[in-house]
């Protein structure tokens, strides 16, 4: 069971600039009483796009915006926090969010996204400013080099590497952590 | 020797393969906790690929998120909230049976919310690495194990492996100063210390917690204030295990049979003196009162003697208008509709004790619903026996069958649109407790009090019988 790998992405950025973006907002509650993976992209940041009748309300944040075009999500400071639901970054990959990026990613959501390809991005605060205020940015997103480019801009950034050799070539964790563990029966 | 903390003490003693450049450390799994919700697509994965769990001893599961609070009808048919989470407790308990692992079903009077019952059964241990598919696992820190919580995916690799990758964390010390007031509890304490650090402030840290006040500290107030570690942002949260901790587990069922011999080897966990961390704090808990929280963040707390401070910045104006809440309002003028007293954070024996205190004799405001739910069928049993339940029930409160309820609000139990809920919980955030919802964060103490109040009230006046 290899996950798919990612290397290089260039994409444009859809902005929430809001901090403290918690998991619950990502998926509500409500919905982690499914058994499955699948059927998680209606459910991303789903009470920020409709309303308690499940019409679009008028300020959603996603309206008209393509996600076929718009992969990387930049979000306010501290981003991801609050549950470990997995089904946060299964969500944001099924609705088509390839990158996340913000000053601050929660531990168990960066840990949760690694281990499905979404990757998550840290930047200094002058670059995420730039990006907060330039929504629809076309951003070049290279794991390879640990890079973001836009504009004028070459962004260096890191990525845990051992997360970053699996993603690039799309490894099994469990599969290398079932190698790797000795007998350790104690 | 080198001076070690406890942290790297007991990470040390659970490294099977140390850390390398470009892979983590791998960690033995000392007690793997699970239950419904984070569990079925990792049994999935172990499915497809053929693998039987690794070590069904050291895993043990529950049933609390989707549970009905609501007792079983004369036919026997539980009130679950959608068919989906009736599904989802019927996949944990088909899961348990195919792997062999202990399950604590509702037939069970051992069940209740997972890090209630890691606890009660003697399971959560000082020294070990505890594990679960959920972030408040940080509670067990209490007893000086490392516990954090995982992502579904890990939750498959300790099923298969026992043992898990591993980073390992910075360290950071809180170094509580002074001693709590009366009236002023665990929880207390954890959301002013949230509100001085930042929800993002212990962000890859694992916090120790240290000082007299902490050492003073009974178990169960231990186990609330490491609960709410993760709402600083913590990996995990640490308390060196004292005499505290070792009577507290004496006697019950999953502890070594020498018990005498665990003990001393227990008492080995301690921070040597001169042992460095990354990072230390000082918190003077002399000048904490009662608090509460206003925005949806843990961490915008403030001591309910106060008033809504002035909006610091955009975010700030946003929660406001979120909340309903006006700037230099008191917090005592705030109107609630409902309460909920029970979940990890705060739904223990002394905390139902000292909620009961405040309602004894008292009547629940009219126009209030007072709902509280005990976090096991241990503490459930304990309160009836002691006569808590009907101190609640003759206030015009709700009791209910254990479970995470109107923490997380997917068994059915949730608030209103627009409804102010004071809550023992942990996290404020927008909708977590029904869409709409206003949640206002406090000790069981100051939830109770605002019940019979009708409004935020400071639960001292009726802790020492000065108010009606
Ligand atoms: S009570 Fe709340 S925080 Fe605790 S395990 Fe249940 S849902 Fe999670």
Known sequence: MSMKPFQTLTSKTLVLTQTDIDTDQIIPARFLTTTSREGLADKAFHDWRFDADGQEKSDNPFKGIDMSTHRILVGGDNFGCGSSREHAPWALKALGVEVVISTKIADIFRSNSLKNSLLTVEVPKDIHDLLLDHPGQEVTVDLEAEELRF??????FSTDPFARRSMLEGQDSLGMLLQAVPDIEK | MTAKTLFEKVWERNVVTPEEIDRPAILHVGLHLVHEVTSPQAFSVLKERGIKVRRPDLTLATMDHSTPTLPAG???????ATEAAKLQVETLVQNCADHGIELLDFNDDRRG?????GPEQGRSQPGIVIVCGDSHTSTHGAFGALAFGIGTTEVGHVLATQSLFQRKP????INFEGELQSGVTAKDLALAMIAQIGAGGASGYVLEYAGPAIEALEMEARMTLCNLSIEAGARAG?????????DWLRGRPGVPADYDAAVKEWSQLYTDEGASFDKQVTVNVNAIAPMVTYGVSPDAGAAVTKTVPVAANEGAEEAYEYMGLQENTSFEKIEIQRIFIGSCTNGRLSDLRMAAEVMRGRKVAPGVIALIVPG?????????????????????????????????AMNGDRGAPGEVVVSTSNRNF???????????LASPATAAASAIAGHIADPRPYLTGEAA
Not at chain 1, 151 to 156: E, K, L, R
Not at chain 2, 74 to 80: F, H, K, L
Not at chain 2, 113 to 117: F, N
């Open chain 2, 113 to 117: 919310i997972v890090h209630l019952v």
């Open chain 1, 151 to 156: 504009g004028n801009h070459v962004v260096p």
């Open chain 2, 238 to 246: 640490m308390i060196a295990p004292d005499q505290v901790t070792f």
């Open chain 2, 170 to 173: 910075k360290s950071m010390r």
């Open chain 2, 430 to 440: 927008k909708g977590r407790q029904g869409e709409g919802v206003r949640t206002v």
């Open chain 2, 74 to 80: 004369a036919d026997g048919t539980r009130p679950y």
């Open chain 2, 376 to 408: 096991s069928e241990q503490v459930k049993k304990d309160a009836e026996a002691e006569g808590l339940d009907k101190i609640f029930l003759e206030a015009g409160a709700e009791w209910r069958l254990p479970g995470c309820s109107m923490c997380i």
